[in-house]
């Protein structure tokens, strides 16, 4: 099983390397694609951590001690959530979706890491079909 310390690497190496190719590859389904992707890991990875720690005796008491448990930890969990909050009130003041209190529930019953990317991969599909709709065509 791979460690926390080398998952977080990993997790870093990708971002890099995702934000490379967003980079130098035009807003299409390809980065839609890669974003929703995303926002499954941030479903999956953060979640089965959570399972494991539930089923071995945990509790949402014993969730808040662990996030704060020294100043490293409650560092990562304020950044966390001040993020969550950040992302929270311009998905609330943005309104560029049709139900955006979702977005902030899922942003904080699943996670940050799954609420975020879903969301700018829809707004960029939204973005993609106003623009095709708005397109100029040229005549036959």
């Keep these: 099983a791979m460690g926390l310390g080398a998952t977080l690497a990993t997790l870093k190496?990708?971002?890099?390397?995702?934000m490379s190719v967003v980079g130098h590859v035009e807003w299409s389904a390809r980065v839609c694609?890669?974003?929703?992707?995303?926002?499954v890991l941030g479903l999956v990875l953060p979640w089965g951590f959570y399972v494991y720690d539930f089923s071995q005796g945990g509790s949402l008491a014993m969730f808040w001690l662990k996030a704060t448990a020294n100043p490293v930890a409650t560092a990562i969990t304020l950044d966390v959530y001040l993020a969550a909050l950040a992302f929270s009130v311009w998905v609330l003041a943005e309104r560029r979706t049709r139900h955006p209190w979702r977005v902030v529930v899922v942003c904080f019953a699943v996670g940050l890491a799954c609420a975020l990317p879903w969301y700018l991969a829809g707004?960029?599909?939204?973005?993609?079909?106003?623009?095709e709709r708005f397109a100029v065509r040229e005549p036959d």
């Design 123 to 131: 707004r960029l599909e939204s973005q993609g079909r106003e623009e």
């Design 13 to 18: 190496y990708a971002g890099v390397f995702i």
């Design 33 to 39: 694609g890669l974003l929703r992707g995303m926002a």
